[in-house]
């Protein structure tokens, strides 16, 4: 579940939104950053990605990390900031711990200030697969819907059913789900086609063979043109969208502009 240790636990939040901004353009800074402090330093199983030779010394506080993280680089993500050092790192972004040359906070480095906006709305980061790949994801386990419910629900979040397009995907989801649960997966039969919902992409034979569930999917009886990650064979299935599920959400990962 996505209360798990999985989820992104900060040290430090920042309550406010990020501004936007336009290419190569900084932005006024907000005067009403505001944040909360706690004494912790991790955010397990995720890293941070540092800019690039961009930390400041003799930075006076926190306020004033932050004001000069956003005015000199508007696409951070947060920043990591040593009140006893006085040194201030931009954050690019997070990262799995798998991720080739990801690094954990030191302490030497202080502690972590990152943006609600990284997912917002009750997502969670989670990595997955050997690459450190991440995904928003918001897991709604607590009510049965049905497909056209559930992707209704995911968009009023700006998200839509979750795409489970590899194997390192699938486990995230077996390693999260509680029950069966709807997926973003449709078969739309005048043009004979499976799609993933979440980009409109067309399912491969490949994805097939590493997903679904063997012989699927058949669109048994004619009435199975939405998808499920079965719970009791944990993998995907075709179903009929008028079943109820629980249902995992996915947004597209914020990315830094251009």
Request: glycine share 8%; hydrophobic share 40%.
């Given at each position: 579940m996505l209360g798990s240790g999985r989820s992104v636990t900060c040290c430090v939040i920042f309550l406010y939104t990020w501004m936007h901004h336009h290419a190569g353009q900084a932005q006024p800074v907000s005067k009403s950053l505001r944040y909360a402090q706690e004494n912790q330093t991790s955010i397990l199983p995720l890293v941070p990605k540092r800019l690039i030779s961009s930390s400041w010394t003799g930075v006076s506080d926190a306020l004033t990390c932050a004001?000069?993280?956003?005015?000199?680089?508007?696409?951070?993500?947060?920043?990591?900031?040593?009140?006893t050092s006085?040194?201030?790192?931009?954050?690019?972004?997070?990262?799995?711990?798998?991720?080739?040359?990801?690094?954990?906070?030191q302490s030497e480095e202080g502690d972590?200030?990152?943006?609600?906006?990284?997912?917002?709305d009750g997502f969670q980061v989670m990595a997955f697969g050997s690459a450190g790949d991440l995904a928003c994801l918001r897991?709604?386990?607590?009510?049965?819907?049905?497909?056209m419910?559930?992707?209704?629900?995911?968009?009023?979040w700006g998200a839509h059913l979750v795409s489970v397009?590899?194997?390192?995907?699938?486990?995230?989801?077996?390693?999260?789900?509680?029950?069966?649960?709807?997926v973003g997966f449709v078969f739309?039969?005048?043009?004979?086609i499976h799609l993933w919902t979440g980009d409109g992409e067309t399912v491969t034979s490949q994805q097939i063979q590493d997903v679904f569930l063997e012989g699927e999917p058949n669109n048994l009886d004619g009435v199975e043109y939405c998808g499920q990650f079965y719970f009791e064979y944990l993998e995907l299935n075709d179903v009929s969208c008028i079943e109820k599920f629980h249902y995992i959400c996915e947004k597209d990962l914020p990315v830094l502009d251009e």
């Open positions: 004001r000069r993280s956003l005015s000199m680089f508007p696409g951070s993500r947060g920043f990591l900031y040593n009140r006085a040194l201030c790192s931009p954050v690019l972004w997070l990262e799995g711990p798998s991720a080739p040359g990801a690094l954990a906070a972590l200030y990152l943006s609600p906006g990284v997912c917002g897991h709604e386990n607590t009510t049965l819907v049905t497909q419910e559930a992707s209704s629900n995911c968009s009023a397009k590899t194997v390192a995907k699938l486990q995230l989801i077996r390693d999260i789900a509680t029950f069966s649960t709807w739309l039969e005048e043009q004979g």
